[in-house]
């Protein structure tokens, strides 16, 4: 891409042109990230180190998003013709290494649920001022809940069993096709081209910045579309069903892509990671949500067990709506606006 000198002085040497800004340097650093991590998961491999091996795919998983995400932005910069195919086969690498965790986190998420839905409520300590009596002029403390019925105990054990059977077979599923996707020819010609991005980068000697300032500006209008007013509002039912989550997740592409930009020019993104985290349990949430929800409509069911998996749909749509809820608050701070709490405050 050609540097026009628009601000020369005649008599004077124009000003050198930024050197990639800080791409090229940052493209080669991930490259090598996805290297070594790439070297650690052949040297755990399954029968060694099935926890390295697994942490290992992570981590190139990890690296193949972000240079994904720097070609996407900063595609102008690039070398169209080689950068277009890489980016969508590291998205296909990325998708294919992200399954099999994504199965494991959600089964992890959905018995843990189930296993609060199983839980009497807590019961006050002996001596505390809940325990007091009218001889104090204190109220009685208001009984603790009562433990769940057997049937309900069952129906909440049989829903368990139910969900790992389902989602364990999915993580399987999900595994082997990772691990076929490792040995696969189309695999080795990713990494080939990641082991040349290491040394050689095809940039545009241009400045990145306002590429970057474009990936911020298509977040803030994807958030502008977000109903953060009512987000803000505690137990406001925004999120009890699933229709309304697609611009949520768009959000968290978007600020995905602002955060790994943020990264190439420099820029602090400890509150965008925040973020980040943020929507990553929106999603979560989301998710387990539909597994739940899936989950029960298995033909021949008990009631029971169809009864503690609407319960437990419903508990996972609540997490949707406080990650929601904290997402607009860190926006609003982010932002300089000011929260409900500060506004009322």
């Given at each position: 891409?050609p540097?026009?000198?628009?601000?020369a002085?005649p008599?004077?040497?124009?000003?050198?042109?930024?050197?990639h800004?800080?791409?090229v340097?940052?493209?080669?650093?991930?490259?090598?990230?996805?290297?070594?991590?790439?070297?650690?998961?052949?040297e755990?491999?399954?029968?060694?180190?099935p926890?390295?091996?697994?942490?290992?795919?992570l981590?190139?998983?990890?690296?193949?998003?972000?240079?994904?995400?720097a070609l996407?932005?900063?595609?102008?910069?690039?070398?169209?013709?080689?950068s277009?195919?890489?980016?969508g086969?590291?998205?296909w690498l990325?998708g294919?290494?992200?399954?099999?965790?994504?199965?494991?986190?959600?089964?992890?998420?959905?018995?843990?649920?189930?296993?609060?839905?199983?839980?009497?409520?807590?019961?006050?300590?002996?001596?505390?001022?809940?325990?007091?009596?009218?001889?104090?002029?204190?109220?009685?403390?208001?009984?603790?809940?009562?433990?769940?019925?057997?049937?309900t105990?069952l129906?909440?054990?049989r829903?368990?069993?139910?969900?790992?059977?389902?989602?364990?077979?999915?993580?399987?599923?999900?595994?082997s096709?990772?691990?076929?996707?490792l040995?696969?020819?189309?695999?080795?010609?990713v990494?080939?081209?990641?082991?040349?991005?290491?040394?050689?980068?095809?940039?545009?000697?241009?400045?990145?910045?306002?590429?970057?300032?474009?990936?911020?500006?298509?977040?803030?209008?994807?958030v502008?579309v977000?109903?953060?007013?009512?987000?803000?509002?505690?137990?406001?039912?925004?999120a009890?069903?699933?229709?309304?989550?697609?611009?949520?997740?768009?959000?968290?592409l978007l600020?995905?892509?602002?955060?790994y930009?943020?990264?190439?020019?420099?820029?602090?993104?400890?509150?965008?990671?925040?973020?980040?985290?943020t929507?990553?349990?929106?999603?979560?949430?989301?998710?387990?949500?539909?597994?739940?929800?899936?989950?029960?409509?298995?033909?021949?069911?008990?009631?029971?067990t169809?009864?503690?998996?609407?319960?437990?749909?419903?508990?996972?749509r609540?997490?949707?709506?406080?990650?929601r809820?904290?997402?607009q608050?860190?926006?609003r701070?982010a932002?300089?606006?000011?929260?409900?709490?500060?506004?009322?405050?």
């Amino acid at each position: 891409m050609p540097h026009h000198d628009i601000d020369a002085v005649p008599g004077r040497p124009a000003a050198p042109a930024p050197e990639h800004g800080e791409l090229v340097p940052y493209l080669h650093g991930q490259a090598a990230e996805f290297l070594r991590a790439l070297r650690r998961h052949r040297e755990g491999s399954e029968a060694t180190d099935p926890e390295l091996s697994t942490r290992s795919a992570l981590d190139m998983r990890r690296a193949a998003r972000r240079i994904g995400g720097a070609l996407h932005t900063f595609r102008p910069l690039t070398d169209r013709a080689w950068s277009d195919p890489l980016r969508g086969e590291l998205a296909w690498l990325s998708g294919t290494l992200a399954r099999e965790h994504a199965h494991a986190e959600q089964l992890g998420r959905l018995l843990e649920g189930l296993q609060q839905l199983g839980e009497p409520g807590p019961v006050p300590a002996q001596g505390s001022p809940r325990n007091a009596t009218s001889r104090n002029g204190a109220s009685p403390a208001p009984p603790s809940p009562p433990a769940p019925s057997r049937e309900t105990t069952l129906g909440i054990a049989r829903a368990g069993a139910l969900l790992e059977r389902q989602l364990t077979l999915a993580r399987t599923r999900a595994h082997s096709a990772a691990l076929q996707a490792l040995g696969s020819s189309r695999f080795h010609a990713v990494a080939d081209a990641v082991a040349v991005l290491a040394s050689e980068a095809p940039v545009a000697p241009d400045d990145p910045a306002p590429y970057a300032a474009h990936a911020a500006h298509r977040l803030t209008e994807a958030v502008a579309v977000l109903p953060l007013g009512r987000a803000a509002r505690p137990y406001n039912a925004e999120a009890v069903h699933e229709g309304q989550d697609s611009p949520w997740h768009q959000v968290r592409l978007l600020l995905r892509l602002h955060r790994y930009a943020q990264e190439v020019t420099g820029g602090d993104t400890t509150a965008l990671a925040e973020a980040s985290r943020t929507l990553d349990r929106h999603r979560d949430a989301a998710e387990a949500a539909s597994a739940a929800a899936a989950a029960a409509r298995t033909a021949r069911i008990a009631p029971a067990t169809a009864y503690a998996l609407g319960v437990l749909h419903s508990q996972q749509r609540h997490e949707v709506e406080a990650a929601r809820f904290a997402f607009q608050r860190q926006w609003r701070l982010a932002a300089g606006t000011p929260t409900r709490e500060a506004v009322s405050g």
